[in-house]
């Protein structure tokens, strides 16, 4: 079932907002990228940023595949319970989850580090655009790790949403 070039432009523009958000986070002074606040979590702002980008960068790669119809894409499955309600909900539990070893940041994170990470998600972000006509063009899919079988929307919301979560962290741990 093809989907709305309108629906994933828009998607698409909200999520470069994020990126605008995270290159912004690149001109905190370094004593900010490194506040912790345990309470609120084990890492860093600048681990927190890293793993947006990293996370949001594998994301992209699963829309390409989807858009190119390339392997491990497929036309079947579909999202889970838990994904449907992640999406519905528009946010994470708080604590409830556990990051992909994947997209797990380093320990420590250096400026130079978080640079690199939110220049290649961005420069995936930035190549996406034109792939939007294919992408709404095709209902299939890549297997997400917790939530199941998302076709591009569900992506491209995911992406969004998840972003937004770890902003609220950062936001927490600059606040405590």
Do not use: C
Request: proline share 6%; aromatic share 6%.
């Amino acid at each position: 079932m093809p989907h709305s070039h309108a629906k994933l432009s828009e998607l698409h523009t909200q999520l470069g907002q994020r990126y605008d958000r995270l290159a912004e986070a690149l001109t905190l002074p370094d004593g900010l990228l490194q506040q912790t606040a345990p309470a609120v979590s084990a890492w860093s702002v600048a681990n927190q940023l890293h793993h947006i980008a990293s996370a949001t960068g594998l994301m992209l790669v699963g829309i390409s595949r989807i858009a190119r119809q390339a392997p491990p894409a497929t036309e079947t499955g579909r999202i889970n319970t838990m994904g449907r309600a992640v999406l519905l909900r528009g946010r994470f539990p708080r604590g409830k989850g556990k990051a992909p070893a994947r997209t797990v940041p380093p320990d420590q994170v250096t400026r130079e580090e978080l640079t690199r990470a939110i220049s290649r998600s961005r420069k995936a972000f930035d190549g996406l655009g034109g792939s939007l006509d294919q992408a709404a063009a095709s209902d299939w899919k890549v297997e997400h790790p917790y939530f199941g079988m998302l076709n591009v929307p569900q992506w491209l919301k995911l992406a969004i949403v998840h972003a937004d979560h770890h902003f609220l962290i950062i936001d927490d741990i600059q606040s405590a």
